[in-house]
Nanobody, 122 residues
Framework: VQLVESGGGLVQAGGSLTLSCAAS????????MGWYRQVPGKQRELVAA???????NYADSVKGRATISRDNAKNTVYLQMNSLKPEDTAVYYC?????????????????WGQGTQVTVSS
């Protein structure tokens, strides 16, 4: 299963952006989808996650500023972030977990996107 991210870039503080991550390949079902971020020298951290039934979870640092959503028909997850701060600067990665294959033969998968840089200028 491959993931392709888009939507990163340079944004001024206070601005907004939306990241997208589309999954493709031999997908039977997708369970959790999430966004993580990482800055040099630090561990990758969860930003937001969404389950197959739409339950969401957000890092405290982005609560009230971020919205995660998914389009199951397109196997795509989105992250909209508002009121961006310089400390949001990071490489953002999407993560998708589910079952690949078909009804008779399935196997679990967990894939990561290639990462997209988000830079927030002050």
């Amino acid at each position: 299963v491959q993931l392709v991210e888009s939507g990163g870039g340079l944004v001024q503080a206070g601005g907004s952006l939306t990241l997208s991550c589309a999954a493709s390949g031999s997908i039977f079902s997708i369970n959790a989808m999430g966004w993580y971020r990482q800055v040099p020298g630090k561990q990758r951290e969860l930003v937001a996650a969404i389950t197959s039934v739409g339950s969401t979870n957000y890092a405290d640092s982005v609560k009230g500023r971020a919205t995660i959503s998914r389009d199951n028909a397109k196997n795509t997850v989105y992250l909209q972030m508002n009121s961006l701060k310089p400390e949001d600067t990071a490489v953002y990665y999407c993560n998708v977990e589910g079952d690949s294959g078909n009804y008779h033969v399935r196997r679990l998968f967990a894939s990561w996107g290639q990462g997209t840089q988000v830079t927030v200028s002050s």
